[in-house]
């Protein structure tokens, strides 16, 4: 294991981490809250470390990064992260103790959501806007800005991109690995600027269009009031936010492809997108129909029941509505959309969409081939042939992912605080990064009830979740630290 090249892109993480701040700085400095101390203190703590690990190792110009070093710079990475983003929050008063710190850090990392805090309308601006920020850092990733940025960190940088990038497969929109990462970073300010305009234009302060912004282009669904957009009470602001909520979860590979001159076709002849399409809106009619007799008419209903799937399904958590007074029917379909989520090369998180539809295509098989068993069928997906060491691992990921969900649900049971459900459901949450769960950790509830046991396990379900589980299975194995 090259140890000098594990450290040296560490500190460019740091690096990245540090210059983040200065947008919270600067709106600090504005608002005079009482939180720029805290803030130019990070900045000041941070970016020393970054700068003497990123020039102090020297590594030789030979050494290339593997695939193991790759997986292991990605969970070391986002733990250290985690880690130093909660200086400003424990720094500020707001959050003192550490466990709470590095929970909020870890959920704005990991575009989850999920909170501890409880007094928003006292929590300085500044701060408020880093929170929100660690949710856009965390959306694309923070090794892809760390390669936009520095492309020639490593000698090979798509090990890091592929042991960080949401989904089964890495696409690669151009051969270089850090153009494609500028050409990502490019489509996610263009859509996040886009989103910014028309909030404003629908009636949030500057600042608020910020946050909530960057909370949606992450699908995190941090925001500044407690009420989360239900704050707004606003049928515009819920319109635009639930449109580019949807967005955000389709895969980005797929508006390069449209603006190079495909166009609508991009979208039409990607199955995962169709897929993806077909069973959001389902879920909306259902779920509009299923809570008719919670709001009166079909349209109110509607209006509620499109925002919510559409932020549980882009794992985004914002919300409008307490669903945890809706009928039984509708909180199985949330926790179906919970570990469904989006689609691959996207923002979101969920098992994904494409893993979905090829388990159902190997099930379809496997049972064809009770009644056949000499015929041997292929899985396709866009017309392709699928390699069946992939079918296999997207079997071995499903499991895999049920197995956290059903784990994380025990321990956090052996907290001793809440119910089955809630348990359960903030397992789930945890790991699809959603964000707000059913029963003790609702919509309109949060997760300060958990002891530090279970903030420390829902916090590194959140890594594990947003990571998909192999870089944090392989940064705890022991063959991952040998030399060789």
């Known amino acids: 294991m090259n140890r000098k090249l594990i450290i040296?892109?560490?500190?460019?993480?740091?690096?990245?981490?540090?210059?983040?701040?200065?947008?919270?700085?600067?709106?600090?400095?504005?608002?005079?809250?009482?939180?720029?101390?805290?803030?130019?203190?990070?900045?000041l703590a941070i970016a020393p470390v970054g700068l003497a690990m990123l020039l102090l190792p020297r590594p030789d110009p030979k050494d290339h990064l593997r695939l193991k070093e790759g997986f292991i710079i990605t969970a070391l990475g986002w733990i250290l992260m985690s880690v130093c983003g909660a200086l400003p929050f424990m720094l500020s008063g707001f959050l003192p103790r550490f466990e709470y710190a590095f929970f909020e850090a870890v959920s704005g990392f990991t575009t989850t959501g999920a909170s501890v805090v409880t007094n928003f309308e006292n929590f300085p601006h500044g701060v408020m806007l880093w929170r929100a920020t660690t949710h856009w850092i965390g959306g694309m990733g923070v090794?892809?800005?760390?390669?936009?940025?520095?492309?020639?960190?490593?000698?090979?940088?798509?090990?890091?991109?592929?042991?960080?990038?949401?989904g089964p497969s890495l696409s690669k929109i151009v051969p270089q690995t850090g153009k494609t990462a500028k050409i990502l970073y490019r489509i996610y300010i263009l859509l996040t600027a886009i989103e910014f305009v028309a909030l404003t234009i629908c009636g949030m302060t500057p600042y608020e269009s910020a946050v909530h912004t960057m909370a949606t282009a992450g699908t995190g669904g941090f925001s500044c009031?407690?009420?989360?957009?239900?704050?707004?009470?606003?049928?515009?602001?819920?319109?635009?936010?639930?449109?580019?909520?949807?967005?955000?979860?389709?895969?980005?590979?797929?508006?390069?492809?449209?603006l190079i001159g495909e166009r609508l076709k991009a979208f039409y002849k990607d199955e995962e997108f169709r897929w993806y399409f077909c069973y959001v809106t389902a879920f909306i009619l259902l779920i509009s129909l299923f809570n008719m007799p919670v709001y009166g008419n079909f349209f109110t209903s509607l209006r509620y029941g499109m925002f919510q799937i559409c932020s549980v399904s882009s794992t985004?958590?914002?919300?409008?509505?307490?669903?945890?007074?809706?009928?039984?029917?509708?909180?199985?379909?949330?926790?179906?959309?919970?570990?469904?989520?989006?689609?691959?090369?996207?923002?979101?998180?969920?098992?994904?969409?494409?893993?979905?539809?090829?388990?159902?295509?190997?099930?379809?098989?496997?049972?064809?081939?009770?009644?056949?068993?000499?015929?041997?069928?292929?899985?396709?997906?866009?017309?392709?042939?699928?390699?069946?060491?992939m079918v296999s691992q997207v079997a071995q990921f499903i499991l895999m992912y049920v197995a956290l969900v059903l784990l994380g649900g025990f321990l956090l049971a052996l907290d001793g605080r809440f119910d089955v459900l809630s348990n359960l459901t903030a397992s789930?949450?945890?790991?699809?990064?959603?964000?707000?769960?059913?029963?003790?950790?609702?919509?309109?509830?949060?997760?300060?009830?958990?002891?530090?046991?279970?903030?420390?396990?829902?916090?590194?379900?959140?890594?594990?979740?947003?990571?998909?589980?192999?870089?944090?299975?392989?940064?705890?194995?022991?063959?991952?630290?040998?030399?060789?």
């Open 143 to 166: 090794l892809v800005l760390t390669l936009a940025l520095l492309p020639k960190l490593t000698g090979r940088t798509a090990h890091l991109v592929k042991a960080e990038s949401p």
């Open 225 to 258: 009031y407690g009420a989360s957009i239900a704050a707004f009470d606003s049928v515009a602001i819920d319109i635009v936010i639930s449109v580019f909520m949807f967005m955000f979860g389709v895969n980005f590979a797929l508006y390069y492809k449209a």
């Open 8 to 43: 040296r892109v560490l500190g460019a993480i740091l690096l990245v981490e540090a210059a983040a701040m200065l947008p919270a700085l600067i709106v600090s400095l504005i608002y005079q809250d009482g939180d720029t101390r805290a803030l130019a203190l990070s900045i």
């Open 316 to 389: 985004t958590g914002f919300v409008t509505a307490d669903f945890n007074q809706w009928p039984a029917v509708s909180h199985m379909l949330i926790i179906i959309t919970m570990f469904i989520g989006s689609c691959a090369g996207s923002t979101a998180g969920g098992i994904k969409v494409v893993r979905i539809n090829m388990a159902a295509k190997m099930s379809r098989r496997n049972v064809l081939a009770t009644g056949h068993p000499k015929k041997m069928d292929v899985i396709r997906l866009d017309g392709k042939a699928v390699d069946e060491s």
């Open 428 to 484: 789930l949450t945890c790991v699809s990064n959603v964000g707000p769960g059913l029963g003790a950790v609702g919509p309109v509830e949060n997760f300060a009830g958990y002891s530090i046991f279970g903030k420390v396990i829902c916090s590194f379900l959140m890594l594990f979740g947003r990571l998909e589980l192999l870089p944090m299975f392989i940064l705890f194995t022991r063959s991952a630290w040998r030399k060789y």
